[in-house]
């Protein structure tokens, strides 16, 4: 029997197998709790709900085909994929084309202010970011207001009408999210080991033909991840849409969003149940769409 | 009726999160879970004693919970300073304004929860009864808690918005019946007669049009625009005729002439298109209102404040709301007038009672400094006498709004969903666009309808 030189006695041996809380175990315990608290069981009590009627007995999809036929769920179900076509497309076009444009500049100091411009939006707090919106789209107090009567926009009305609607979210979300995004893929583009860039450069790339053809597709598992999350927060529209319909009355952003319409049922219209069913709609459509891009895109799979 | 101040609508400080509000009704679990856990649930429908016609909270000591809109704040403030050994919890929300419902949305948390529910409420809203009864929230206000001899003194029919079957379940704040608001020095100025009947009212505004370019004889572009002009035309856009039953027609001649009539004045230009109180009415029309039809309030939130048209002493002056010719009777319409909720679940009934009391009753508050005419017609006497001493109008303002106090015309009330809401949403953008009021009739009808119908309502034409 030949004993390891690393090997203890007995004793020793059981309480390494046991494994000491480590700090590691600290950290991520805060997030679990949390993620438990606002996380999990909301979602466990939704899908609860999503299947139940107002007396807690099961009630099959009845909630799922209640909410459908309700007059305000397929223009709710329009006006989202409109918002998330145009979103998705803005996002992940400017968002890398910013990105590759900062890492090329020439001037550090100038990439690094821009960065730094960029991101601003993003700290300002969701709701207080749509807030200064308000204003902007506003003739009458708007800093652009001259650009505003450029195209024709004399009153809040004209800005806000129903067919600008999709637009002007997309406008207020990129400015308040893309900001992270650009910086976040400016670190990935750092990660591009330089030789690469060099031995490109040697082939004969100008900085398109780098972009094309080394940034952009080493880039690619950063684009998915953005576009996931972008996807699942696009089918969250919800503050924007909501401050716009205070602000303006409720002329418009009235029932715009699926969230919206699922937060009128549950507290205007007192249907807990059909609220639930389409935040239940709503997971799924997240992880269907994630789960095809992480499987088409090879997310996990090793580079 | 919508706050006084316009930029205090913007600012919802009760808005949660985008990704939050996906899971707003489980977060309101957890909240459940949260404070089940903590022992704090309690359920007030067992082992409650039943008296003054609900079943009543034990009752403690501790502060009164009362929650006020801003324009309502100084009231609350009236109550303190008049009462120094009470404690008073005051919380400022948006008062339900523009029909944002957050009232209920509170309320049905707290039913969940089954604890947090405030002591008294004021909410700018009429139709908070169709909810609040069946939720249980509003206590019984004409068995025993209120004698009979302080409601009859609340103006005819203005606690009509809080009786279900029999039981008053609030009280009104103030009344909000529509009159005639102009600028008399200008009427005299330009030689006009103020119009009686809307076909007077339709011919002067094309006549201001074409002699006064810029100058307006009324506004069309708030939610509450059919509160006004439709009401007083006698459409047929709410009227309630059972607890979840509606009978709507907005195509009918009553409505059809009243749309058509604000649809000639939009278009040569003297009836405006934006809210009285977007800062684009205050910035463009200041000094350009000669008449503006609309309730009662609009004297102090719009003619007279710095935050509005600010129009100068001696200038505004009051008339009845047009007539049609060959109507039978003489009606005008209603924009608002706040309502106070007690709660049932209450555990200070004494001194909740003695503060809705005071707040609607004779005092400070309701005799000179609230914006609006009181109901309670004891209060709404001194109320006017102060309005007309302070030298702000001229004539006399008090005969016109007593008289129209009575004239709200019966066949248009409040149902669950919001009236303004429907409108705003559905007229709104139309008319922004350019479209005709008249052609947007049916589709108000089928908006009307459908809201109505998701609230259970049955819809009949």
Not at chain 1, 39 to 45: D, I, K, N, R, S
Request: a positive charge; charged letters at 10%.
């Amino acid at each position: 029997m030949r004993k390891s030189p690393e090997a203890g006695p007995a004793g020793a041996r059981s309480l390494s197998t046991f494994r000491p809380v480590s700090a590691g175990h600290l950290f991520v315990a805060g997030y679990v709790v949390l993620l438990a608290a606002f996380g999990v069981v909301p979602t466990a009590y939704g899908i609860y709900f999503a299947f139940s009627n107002a007396g807690n007995t099961f009630a099959g999809l009845s909630n799922f085909i209640g909410a459908y036929r309700d007059f305000r769920y397929l223009p709710a179900v329009e006006h989202v994929a409109l918002y998330e076509l145009i979103w998705l497309v803005t996002l992940v076009v400017f968002v890398t084309g910013l990105a590759i444009v900062l890492q090329q500049l020439p001037l550090r100091r100038v990439s690094r202010l821009t960065r730094f411009l960029y991101y601003i939006p993003g700290s300002l707090a969701g709701a207080a970011s749509v807030m200064v919106w308000l204003f902007m789209l506003d003739p009458t107090v708007s800093p652009a207001a001259p650009l505003l009567r450029l195209l024709g926009y004399g009153t809040f009305g004209q800005v806000i009408e129903p067919g600008h609607l999709a637009i002007l979210f997309v406008m207020i979300a990129f400015w308040t999210g893309a900001g992270g995004w650009i910086v976040v893929m400016f670190g990935a583009l750092n990660n591009i080991p330089l030789d690469i860039i060099d031995a490109a450069r040697i082939d004969g790339a100008g900085g398109w033909g780098i972009a094309r053809r080394v940034q952009i597709p080493m880039l690619r598992k950063w684009i998915v991840y953005m576009v996931i999350l972008a996807f699942a927060g696009g089918t969250q529209l919800f503050v924007e849409p909501q401050l716009i319909s205070e602000a303006s009355l409720g002329v418009a952003g009235r029932d715009f969003s699926l969230t919206q319409l699922s937060y009128d049922f549950a507290f205007q219209n007192n249907n807990v149940n059909y609220a639930s069913a389409i935040s239940v709609e709503l997971l799924v459509l997240c992880v269907v769409v994630a789960a095809l891009f992480v499987t088409r895109s090879r997310f996990f799979d090793a580079s | 009726m919508p706050p006084m101040n316009s930029t205090i609508r913007v600012l919802s400080p009760t808005g949660p999160s985008r990704r939050r509000a996906f899971a707003a009704a489980g977060l309101a679990a957890v909240v459940a879970v949260a404070i089940a856990a903590c022992g704090g649930g309690s359920s007030s429908s067992s082992g409650s004693p039943m008296k003054d016609g609900f079943s009543q909270a034990p009752q403690k000591s501790g502060a009164l919970t009362v929650w006020v809109d801003s324009t309502r704040v100084p009231a609350a403030q009236a109550y303190q300073k008049a009462h120094p050994n009470v404690k008073l919890h005051i919380v400022t929300y948006d008062g339900d304004a523009n029909g944002t419902n957050s009232l209920q949305t509170k309320v049905d948390l707290f039913n969940r929860t089954g604890s947090g529910w405030p002591d008294v409420v004021f909410s700018t809203q009429q139709n908070e009864t169709t909810w609040a009864v069946s939720a249980g929230f509003t206590a019984p206000l004409n068995e025993g808690l209120i004698p009979q001899s302080t409601l009859s003194n609340f103006a005819t029919g203005s606690l009509g918005v809080c009786t279900v079957s029999g039981k008053v379940y609030c009280l009104r704040n103030d009344l909000a019946q529509a009159v005639l608001w102009y600028n008399a020095a200008l009427m005299q100025k330009w030689g006009y007669q103020v119009p009686t009947t809307w076909p007077q009212y339709e011919a002067l505004g094309l006549k201001v049009a074409s002699q006064h370019p810029g100058y307006l004889v009324g506004s069309a572009g708030d939610p509450w625009t059919p509160e006004i002009y439709m009401w007083a035309s006698q459409c047929q856009g709410s009227d309630i005729t059972g607890p979840r039953s509606v009978m709507v027609d907005v195509t009918e001649p009553n409505c059809t002439r009243m749309a058509s009539l604000l649809d000639a004045l939009i278009k040569v230009g003297s009836m405006s298109k934006l809210s009285v109180f977007s800062t684009a009415f205050n910035k463009n029309e200041k000094g350009k209102v000669l008449m503006l039809p609309g309730p009662a309030w609009y004297g102090g939130a719009i003619f007279d404040t710095t935050s509005g048209l600010n129009v100068p002493k001696g200038q505004i002056a009051v008339g009845p709301i047009p007539q049609w010719p060959g109507s039978s009777t003489v009606s005008t319409g209603n924009v608002g007038g706040g309502t106070w909720l007690l709660s049932a679940h209450t555990a200070h009934l004494t001194q909740a009672v003695n503060f809705i009391t005071w707040v609607t009753g004779n005092n400070a508050w309701q005799d000179s400094l609230t914006p609006g005419y009181p109901a309670y017609v004891p209060a709404a006497k001194v109320w006017l006498v102060h309005q007309l001493s302070s030298g702000y109008y001229v004539g006399n303002p008090a005969a016109v709004l007593q008289q129209a106090a009575g004239q709200v015309w019966t066949g248009w009330n409040y149902g669950k969903w919001s009236n303004e809401a429907v409108w705003a949403a559905t007229i709104g953008p139309g008319l922004t666009a350019g479209k005709t009021i008249v052609s947007m009739l049916p589709a108000w009808q089928t908006a009307i309808t459908n809201y109505a119908t998701s609230d259970g309502y049955t819809v009949s034409k």
